[in-house]
């Protein structure tokens, strides 16, 4: 079964045509025929955050040549002998000027291609740009009479964590996924394919949205994660003298619960930040280490609680924050230690927003013809990844 995968829930644009087969941990397999992808990163670098409008615009002018480069890649670009008429995609397309205007040539100048389901992030994401997505998914669906899958984001960060390059890792249920990224910090337990539940959430910011405004504190460019850690690894390579007597809290840490808090620790950062002011770059090293030690010692210590209490034997992370190389080391030489769960992460290329995931995640509900019409499909900007089936 051929998926064609559509992503844009913040500030990535990515399409992704894969080939799958069989049932998910019964001779699943995949091969990636054609996967493209667009950052923002550096657009909205300049305002310290994602713009939602912005993201909206740059989706819309990236779709049609992604899809086109994933589709040429795939060998599944074929010229039409004769320009085609195309159905009228103004009422689907009546918000997105933009991407009629680019759409509908492509349509009149390609075949359809072989392609059995379209599989399109709904949500969570930012709503304006996740329209985008659905609006384009919902044109091709009608334009080439393809069955649409609508597909949970962060159900494609776990599939991806348990894929490898051409099926999926060996593990065990019941599986405990924590899920980190710029916008969400939730623990899921997974008891089989399809079944969620969130057993620990954040209150206030994401892991992910806690690094980058302390990374804006400390006077650092966005994204702030990767800046963070690279701060954090040199104060850890060459320690300075008083600077490594800060000393932040560890937010919830005792709480009987397996929920996040990280507001109050970027809080105590900025307290820090005006007593020290003008801040030395030494104080910015210690600062971004003890950062970073906190964040990382709450994430990990929660979640190996949740993994011996549930009993799982998988520990999955998923997320843009997975690719944080202080977090994961910490996490591999806890679970080495106690010889408690393995841990499956994804490819830290991968670890980001990227249409894979979602062509991934909608397979398995594409086998299972879990098909939604174009006309119902919503943005759903704060759904949770519950009981899918």
């Known amino acids: 079964m051929r998926i064609l995968g559509i992503e844009t829930s913040c500030d ?5 045509l894969i080939d799958a087969s069989g049932m998910c941990g019964i001779d699943f397999k995949f091969d990636i025929l054609g996967n493209a992808l667009a950052s923002q990163a550096a657009l909205h670098a300049q305002y310290g955050g994602v713009f939602p409008n912005l993201a909206k615009r740059e989706h819309a002018k990236a779709l049609v040549p992604l899809l086109e480069t994933a589709l040429r890649d795939a060998g599944a670009a074929s ?28 349509l009149k100048t390609y075949e359809r291609p072989a392609i059995d389901a379209i599989a399109v992030t709904t949500g969570p994401g930012l709503e304006p740009a996740l329209w985008v997505g659905i609006n384009f ?13 609508a597909t949970n984001h962060m159900e494609g960060h776990i ?5 490898n390059e051409t099926g999926l890792k060996p593990f065990e249920f019941p599986a405990l996924a924590l ?13 089989a ?28 460019p966005y994204p702030g994660g990767p800046e963070i850690s690279r701060l954090a690894a040199s104060a850890r390579a060459h320690p300075r003298g008083d600077t490594s007597r800060i000393q932040l809290p560890r937010p919830m840490l005792r709480e009987d619960n397996f929920d996040f808090s990280f507001s109050g620790l970027k809080t105590a950062v900025r307290r820090v930040v005006e007593a020290h002011q003008p801040l030395s770059n030494e104080m910015k090293l210690a600062i971004a280490r003890e950062f970073e030690d906190a964040a990382t010692e709450v994430i990990v210590s929660k979640t190996l609680r949740a993994a011996e209490h549930f009993c799982t034997p ?24 106690d010889n408690l769960a393995t841990l499956l992460t994804p490819p830290p290329a991968l670890a980001t ?28 900007g704060h759904v949770q990844l519950g009981l899918q089936r």
């Open 12 to 16: 990535e644009s990515g399409v992704c």
């Open 79 to 106: 010229l039409r002998p004769h320009p085609a008429t195309v159905p009228d995609l103004h009422t689907i397309l009546m918000r997105e000027p933009e991407l009629q205007e680019q759409l509908e040539p492509f």
């Open 137 to 149: 998914a919902r044109a091709l669906a009608i334009a080439w009479d393809i069955p649409i899958v």
């Open 159 to 163: 599939m991806l964590s348990i894929a």
């Open 179 to 191: 899920l980190i990224s710029g916008g969400h910090t939730e623990l899921v337990l997974m008891r």
């Open 193 to 220: 394919f399809g079944e969620y539940e969130i057993i620990g959430q954040t209150r206030d910011d994401a892991a992910g949205e806690a690094f980058d405004k302390v990374a804006r504190l400390l006077g650092l």
């Open 314 to 337: 998988t520990i999955i992370l998923g997320g843009g924050v997975s690719a944080n190389t202080h977090i994961k080391d910490s996490f591999f030489a806890a679970l080495q230690k």
């Open 353 to 380: 927003d990227n249409a894979l995931m979602i062509a991934l995640a909608g397979y398995t509900h594409a086998v299972q013809k879990e098909f939604v019409e174009p006309h119902t499909l919503k943005a759903q």
